[in-house]
């Protein structure tokens, strides 16, 4: 699982970014992917996810409304569009790929496969 530029950078509060995460090396039929971040000073937290077989998805409250996980199956990636975003956005951002497709799981423990991380940092 790679991200893939463009990806990472510096927006401003209020502004969008998107993400996309890249399979290789596994079927991505199997398997949901999950976006992860890291925020400063902060524990790794599952972020959106989404299942490969029936296309649903989960996002975490904070988040809810703002950002859309999406998944291209003849492209073999996943998205992560996030809008209106704020100074508590930041962090380094990552994609995984559970061990399971659905119901897909937010918890990094049940990571099969993970992205190396992109950094994003929100300011006014």
């Known amino acids: 699982v790679q991200p893939v530029e463009p990806g990472g950078g510096l927006v401003q509060v209020g502004g969008s970014l998107r993400f996309t995460c890249a399979v290789s090396?596994?079927?991505?039929?199997?398997?949901?992917i999950t976006w992860f971040r890291q925020r400063p000073g902060k524990a790794r937290e599952g972020v959106s996810c989404v299942a490969n077989s029936d296309d649903r998805t989960r996002y975490i409250e904070s988040v809810e409304g703002r950002f859309a996980i999406s998944i291209d199956k003849t492209k073999k990636t996943v998205d992560l569009q996030m809008t209106s975003m704020r100074r508590e956005d930041t962090g380094v951002y990552y994609c995984g790929a559970p061990y399971w497709d659905r119901p897909c799981p937010l918890n990094e423990e049940d990571m099969e496969h993970w992205g190396t991380g992109t950094l994003v940092t929100v300011s006014s």
């Open positions: 090396g596994f079927d991505l039929r199997y398997h949901a």
